[in-house]
């Protein structure tokens, strides 16, 4: 399994990719929320278009990437 850690892990994304960020506010992977905007917040400061939605009283984390 591969890590999502900083601003490294976000440069091997392709710049012109569409990214969505979406998630639950309980699931622990994803640091109850935190950890998805970390994750957008990287994409973000490397040049990333990214949209993020946190849903609350759910679980789980995905990153779409079209």
């Known amino acids: ?3 999502i850690v900083g601003k490294k ?6 710049i012109g990719a ?4 979406i998630a ?3 699931d622990p992977v994803g640091l109850y929320g935190e ?5 957008s917040n990287w994409l973000a400061e490397t040049g990333h278009q990214v ?11 995905i ?3 079209i």
């Open 18 to 21: 569409q990214i969505y960020n």
């Open 51 to 61: 949209q993020t939605k946190l849903y609350s009283g759910y679980m789980k984390f």
């Open 35 to 39: 950890g998805v905007y970390a994750a």
């Open 63 to 65: 990153i779409i990437v």
């Open 1 to 3: 399994m591969q890590q």
């Open 9 to 14: 892990w976000a440069k091997k994304i392709p």
């Open 24 to 26: 639950g506010d309980q």
